[in-house]
T-cell receptor, first 115, second 112 residues
């Protein structure tokens, strides 16, 4: 069964350093999401792409976070500079078509610890 | 805005006990409703979904019925196993929208 691939699984970085996460959605899925899940809480949407275009980035802290999906396939989420409060799991997800009409599939997540 | 409220955990049960995890939502219109499960150290897996009122989603012995009159989507299982120990998230999304809104999650611990 096809999966959403994410890397790295675990990342420890020092405060003020840059960090990047990569996601490869299920083949053919036009919609890609990045979520942040703080320990003990539910995931919160950071950014949503439809192909290579950003559909919703209203919750993305744009002073330090950036996301791109240049060719409409894989995506990178970057944090620079990292802060202690950024420690969380970063989940990538994808869906084939319109949300609400299809299933959203999640990757295994990338754990970030900022020290 | 849309919101999802789940019962707080942890919920601790003995194996073969009956499970109910309550979920209620606030949303305009007719959202689709989901239950996701997260095993330790892993991402989220879709457990079941329902897209319209009175629909029942089911999978792996779990069931949930979309109740519009009570704005609820409670998760049930007749006989839990140790392997069901995980965190369960209720979520909604509007058919015309683009954002999956999650509840805070409920941790289930099943003891042998």
């Amino acid at each position: 069964e096809a999966e959403v691939a994410q890397s790295p699984r675990y990342k420890i970085t020092e405060k003020s350093q840059a960090v990047a996460f990569w996601c490869d959605p299920i083949s053919g899925h036009a919609t890609l999401y990045w979520y942040r899940q703080i320990l003990g809480q539910g995931p919160e949407l950071l950014v949503q792409f439809q192909d290579e275009s950003v559909v919703d980035d209203s919750q993305l802290p744009k002073d330090r976070f950036s996301a791109e999906r240049l060719k409409g396939v894989d995506s990178t989420l970057k944090i620079q500079p990292a802060e202690l409060g950024d420690s969380a799991m970063y989940l990538c997800a994808s869906s084939k078509d319109r949300p609400g009409e299809d299933t959203i599939y999640f990757g295994e997540g990338s754990w970030l610890t900022v020290v | 805005g849309d919101s999802v409220t789940q019962m707080e955990g942890p919920v601790t049960l003995s194996e073969e006990a009956f499970l109910t995890i309550n979920c209620t939502y606030t949303a305009t219109g007719y959202p689709s409703l989901f239950w996701y499960v997260q095993y330790p150290g892993e991402g989220l897996q879709l457990l079941l979904k329902a897209t319209k009122a009175d629909d029942k989603g089911s999978n792996k012995g779990f069931e949930a019925t979309y109740r519009k009159e009570t704005t609820s989507f409670h998760l049930e299982k007749g006989s839990v196993q140790v392997s069901d120990s995980a965190v369960y998230f209720c979520a909604l999304i509007h058919n015309a929208g683009n954002m999956l809104t999650f509840g805070g999650g409920t941790r289930l611990m099943v003891k042998p």
